[in-house]
């Protein structure tokens, strides 16, 4: 499709697909669990239902109402406000791409499980397996120019599957992967859960989510982790919601879209955390190790303890084993077209370039960067980048999208556009929520996680995160001065 032409999405059910798939992600599967573990168990959703209205649901609505106002890409929406803002807008398409690279690569890792899991090939010893065997990790920079081939090829195979999507026009590809993927996933979660639900000791499990401790609501760094979960889950600040709002027919109705995606979302992770919590209560059960030895985040609970719990599964772990690592692999992929379109279509936009092509020079350059977390000091520099882009710019950037559309632009366009649009009227207390209570939020959890990640890491991943510091800085200006192949890129559009 030429780039003038501007993508629409066909229906209203492949908008909510897609969003729904661009917020269900890794972040759902493995980070939730451990979030809601260590802050509270039952409790914490008080804190978790809050952070979803406040913060969540009201900054998704800014999202959409620009998005679907402008419907244009962020560089040009930037531009648009004031022209001096539009490398903040390459800024946040920066972090969204890098973030890309690395999440690529997870997703690569649980394709190698994938495969692994129809013959528990992971054998006796899980952890050793995980990073000596698979990631060949080294925990310093010493093994950047170690290739792992295994990885690099998943790396490839998910790259080149998300470019082929990215380059279909938006039903046709996003839309219909969608389509295909996210009711998969749903049935695939369903299974899990309904089985795990059967298994001996899943009560020591899932009695821990419905067991609170009131105590910790009164624990400002459980209301952080809170607020840190809903931009994590629903992909906050990324601009995916802006992006794919902006190819949504004038007959949209915006309201009543970000309420089921946003529930489909919470539903989806609370649900799948009855699953896992069950499955760590029959491990528990088994083999008698703690339960909170086992409530971990991330690769770990993916790729060491899972594996750990499949070997005590058998027969059953040949089925639930390949439907575990299968449900990690769709929630990624259609997290990663997300993220992909946001970059591709910011590219496209500026650059005049067809839809294909920017999708080519996003994916071979995505795959160039993706290559060094596929080397033997892949994992730790991961943990870096994950770290720093998370913890701090992505933050950074929703403080900034914040201030620029609460203050800088006209806000009461945006309560027009979503009261024109939608069958549930704003109330009066959003505008008062995006200007001013949701940037303390973001600056009290960016605060928290600038220090943390000071604090925690080495010398060596200080002068990484000042290197990539200097990037997030030097490209957005290069990509701003660059000049844009269509004039009428420079023409602000109207927004009021
Ligand atoms: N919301 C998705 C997830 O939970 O995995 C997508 C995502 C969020 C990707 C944040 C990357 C990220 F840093």
């Known amino acids: 499709m030429a780039s003038n032409e501007k993508s629409v999405w066909d229906s209203n059910i492949s908008f909510i697909l897609a969003m729904i798939g661009s917020a269900v992600g890794l972040g759902n599967i493995w980070r939730f669990p451990n979030v809601l573990y260590s802050n509270g168990g039952g409790s914490f959703m008080i804190p978790y239902i809050v952070s979803l209205f406040i913060l969540g649901i009201s900054f998704v609505l800014v999202e959409y109402a620009v998005g679907f106002r402008f419907k244009t890409s962020l560089s040009k929406i930037f531009f648009s406000i004031k022209a001096r803002l539009e490398p903040i807008a390459w800024f946040i398409v920066l972090v969204v791409f890098l973030i890309t690279t690395y999440y690529v690569c997870v997703v690569g890792w649980d394709l190698i499980y994938l495969g692994l899991s129809f013959v528990q090939g992971w054998g006796a010893n899980p952890d050793v397996f995980f990073t000596v065997d698979v990631l060949h990790a080294s925990d310093s920079l010493s093994g950047i120019f170690t290739i792992v081939p295994w990885v690099l090829l998943s790396v490839f195979l998910i790259w080149a599957f998300a470019w082929f999507i990215a380059q279909k026009d938006l039903n046709e590809g996003i839309g ?11 049935i695939i979660v369903i299974f899990i859960v309904a089985f795990s639900l059967t298994l001996p000791g899943a009560s020591i499990g ?27 889950s629903l992909s906050l600040g990324m601009s995916i919601a802006l992006t794919y709002a902006s190819y949504l027919p004038e007959t949209s109705k915006l309201t009543d879209n970000a309420l ?7 539903g989806f992770e609370v649900f799948n955390a009855i699953g896992i919590f069950s499955i760590l209560g ?98 730790y520099l991961l943990g870096i980048f994950d770290a720093f882009l998370n913890n701090f710019a992505l933050l950074f950037g929703v403080l900034l999208e914040c201030i620029i559309f609460g203050w800088i632009y006209n806000f ?12 549930i009227q704003m109330d009066p207390f ?26 925690t890491g080495d010398s060596t991943s200080h002068m990484i995160m000042l290197c990539l510091s200097i990037v997030l800085i030097v490209v957005p200006i290069i990509f701003t001065l660059l000049p844009a192949k269509n004039e009428d890129y420079y023409n602000p559009i109207d927004g009021d």
Not at 212 to 229: E, I, K, M, R, Y
Request: with cysteine; net charge neutral; charged share 10%.
């Open 260 to 266: 089921i995606v946003a529930f489909s979302n919470s």
């Open 176 to 186: 219909k992967v969608s389509k295909i993927l996210l009711p998969v996933l749903l």
């Open 206 to 232: 899932y009695k821990q989510i419905f067991t609170p401790n009131w105590s910790a609501l009164t624990d400002l760094n459980v209301w952080l982790a809170a607020f840190g979960q809903i931009v994590f």
């Open 282 to 379: 029959f491990m528990t059960f088994t083999s008698g190790i703690p339960f909170n030895e086992l409530v971990t985040e991330g690769t770990g609970l993916a790729f060491v303890v899972f594996p750990n719990v499949f070997n005590l599964m058998q027969p059953w772990s040949m089925i639930i084993g390949p439907l575990f690592f299968a449900c990690i692999l769709f929630a990624g992929i259609t997290s990663v077209m997300a993220l992909l379109e946001v970059v591709s279509f910011a590219i496209s936009e500026k650059f005049g370039f067809s839809r294909r092509k920017s999708a080519t020079v996003v994916c071979i350059v995505g795959f160039c960067i993706s290559s060094i977390f596929a080397t033997s000091a892949g994992s």
């Open 412 to 423: 009461d366009n945006l309560v027009e556009t979503l009261n024109n649009h939608s069958t």
């Open 430 to 455: 959003w505008p008062i929520i995006i200007k001013y209570i949701l940037p303390i939020c973001i600056f009290g959890l960016w605060a928290q996680g600038v220090y943390s990640t000071l604090l």
